[in-house]
């Protein structure tokens, strides 16, 4: 498996590895009404905005880590490829990117998400109950995860 920068003609694979994973995500959350495809996300130029690293095996992107600054805004793998591994080597690959400490958040119930994270030191700092929008007025729960 090969780690590199995001190249615009990545998009289409992009959106596919992050759509399957939003919605695994989501469903595990029993918030699958609140699925917005990526290509028509309200946030959708922000996440161009991030640093965006691919982690290509085969000639396929298997998954993706976004980041800010002191931040990893964005990481799905495909879920035909988790628990072989991306996930680690793309946390692996960021955290030397990134200045402390780094800032994530995750879903509170997201317990693959968060043993992929306190193995690399992430610590649960703060724990919100809100509500997702006007237009989908259900309420979640998120962490805020840190590494110093």
């Known amino acids: ?61 298997v998954g993706f880590v976004g980041c800010g600054r002191h931040r990893i805004e964005f990481l799905y793998v495909d879920p035909a490829f988790q628990r072989q591994g991306v996930g680690t080597e793309l946390m692996s690959f960021v955290l030397n990117e990134l200045p402390r400490p780094i800032k994530l958040a995750v879903f509170t119930n997201n317990q693959a998400a968060k043993k992929l994270y306190k193995k690399f030191g992430f610590k649960v700092i703060d724990t919100v109950v809100e509500k997702w929008s006007d237009e989908f007025p259900v309420n979640f729960s998120e962490d805020t995860m840190e590494l110093k």
């Open 1 to 61: 498996m090969k780690i590199r920068k995001y190249q615009s003609n990545d998009f289409k694979q992009i959106c596919k590895v992050m759509n399957q994973g939003r919605m695994q995500e989501l469903k595990n959350e029993n918030l699958e009404s609140v699925f917005v495809a990526l290509e028509d996300a309200s946030y959708l130029k922000y996440f161009l905005s991030c640093n965006i690293y691919v982690a290509v095996k085969n000639n396929k992107i």
